[in-house]
Structures are given as structure tokens and as C-alpha cells.
């Protein structure tokens, strides 16, 4: 099923004098991808977890995202955001600079995306080592973060955990889990949290 956001899909990055300035999807890409097509392309699989049924997704004025479940009995959505590194485009003003590397822009979107999440107030984060993003995710880069969420992402839930993950030539995907009360939800989100691995 084609979601409202999976028109978007060249990723577009604007930078000045080496600054990151705006990240957004574009909309009316020539062609449409579906949640399974970005899933190929970015070489990741999904194993649904249990006791979460698949909710359509909707058009989102902070973070575009294709795929969303939620739990049949608890107050617990989880988010999926792709985007592969062959999408991404780059505007870059500097002329004294060659433009950043699409793979190496992966820590600044992380920081971009908690100040866009966030309302205000403390943003813990912690990047995994290489080793544990190898062996969990299959990644080159992993790293989370907990945030007070925007009521522009999301008015029904008050926490998030983003969970961003990177791999070299393949894409960037976010799992955005939201919540209210972490101790009545600890069990489940852990399983979601392993919901998206790369190849």
C-alpha cells in the first residue's frame, strides 16, 4: 500500500558555508515508492514485532515517514523513516569547498532531526559503539536518543525514543517510537527497537 509520503523520495539537503540548514523530503518525485521498495533498495528487512498492528501513515509537517504500527492494547506507536543514500541531494553554496559526502552526513541529520523532534528541555543521546552497531543492526552507525516529542510530530503521545541507523552506500532509517509512560511499555519497546536491521 502507497503511503501519502511515498511520493517523496529525493531527499534534499540544503547547506551554506558548510552549515546544514534545512532537511526535508520533496514531494512529487516522479516515481512512487512504496515501504517495501525503500526497504529493498536500502538493503533492510523488518520483523514486524508482536502484539502491533500496521497503521496508515500520514503526511507529517516535521519528519515524512512510510511505514507506523501501533500495539493492540497499550499506548505505543513506533514510526519508520527510510531514506536511501542514492536519494539524497545535495544544494551546497561554498565555492571554496567540495559539497559534504552523502555518507558522511549521518551524525548532523541525527542532531537535526532531535532539535525538530524535540519541545524544549534536556535531549539525552548516545551513539552505539561500531561493534554493537554491527552486531544489533548491521550498520556502520547507530545512535539514540530520548526527547520530549513536538505536538507537530505527534499531539496523542508526549516521549519519543528516535533511533537512527546508517549504512555506508545504502540509507539512513529512523525508527521514531512514542510513548507516554516508559516503565508500562519498557517490554515492547525493546522488541521495536530490533524491528529493522540491515543485510
Do not use: C
Request: proline share 7%; net charge negative.
Amino acid at each position: 500500500m502507497r503511503s501519502p509520503n511515498t511520493d517523496i523520495h529525493s531527499i534534499h539537503l540544503v547547506f551554506f558555508s558548510g552549515f546544514l540548514l534545512l532537511l526535508s523530503a520533496v514531494a512529487g518525485a516522479q516515481e512512487h515508492y512504496t515501504f517495501e521498495d525503500l526497504l529493498k533498495d536500502s538493503r533492510l528487512f523488518i520483523q514486524q514485532p508482536a502484539g502491533f498492528v500496521e497503521q496508515p501513515p500520514a503526511v507529517n509537517p516535521v519528519l515524512s515517514y512510510e511505514h507506523a504500527i501501533t500495539h493492540r492494547q497499550k499506548k505505543l506507536t513506533v514510526r519508520y523513516a527510510i531514506r536511501p543514500i542514492s536519494m539524497v541531494k545535495i544544494d551546497y553554496t561554498d565555492p571554496h569547498n567540495a559539497a559534504p559526502e552523502p555518507n558522511h552526513l549521518f551524525p548532523m541529520l541525527f542532531q537535526s532531526l532531535i532539535a525538530d523532534f524535540s519541545r524544549g528541555g534536556s535531549s539525552p543521546s548516545n551513539e552505539y559503539s561500531a561493534a554493537d552497531a554491527k552486531a544489533k543492526f548491521n550498520a556502520d552507525w547507530a545512535a539514540i536518543a530520548a526527547v520530549d516529542i513536538t505536538p507537530e510530530f505527534s499531539p496523542e503521545y508526549d516521549q519519543a525514543l528516535i533511533l537512527a541507523l546508517h549504512k555506508d552506500y545504502a540509507a539512513d532509517a529512523y525508527i521514531i517510537i512514542l510513548y507516554d509512560d516508559y516503565q508500562t511499555v519498557k517490554a515492547e519497546i525493546h522488541r521495536a527497537l530490533n524491528s529493522l536491521k540491515f543485510k
